[in-house]
């Protein structure tokens, strides 16, 4: 076995725990998770409250307000998405 093999080994199992995210003191998610929750939450709720409409539980102000949201969390998610591809495909087009 090769000295050399051995040591790279080593100092990349000790520097990988770096890159680690830190961990929210509070316990709550951070980040990207926190977003994805708080958008599915948001999609969650507007159709509770179609349900509820469909049903006759809700007045149609509730509703219309729950589409609004719903309708944003979506173009927001969708304008993120659009970005992410769009920073992915201009780093696939960089010269090595």
């Known amino acids: 076995m090769d000295i050399r093999s051995s040591l790279a080994a080593q100092q990349y199992a000790a520097t990988r725990p770096a890159t680690a995210p830190k961990p929210d003191p509070t316990g709550q998610p951070n980040g990207f998770s926190r977003l994805a929750n708080d958008f599915a939450t948001t999609l969650q709720q507007g159709e509770q409250t179609a349900l509820s409409a469909m049903t006759g539980g809700a007045d149609a102000h509730a509703l219309v307000q ?31």
């Open 66 to 96: 729950a589409l609004a949201q719903t309708e944003l969390a979506v173009e927001t998610a969708v304008t993120v998405r659009d970005k992410v591809v769009e920073a992915y495909q201009e780093i696939l087009r960089m010269p090595v």
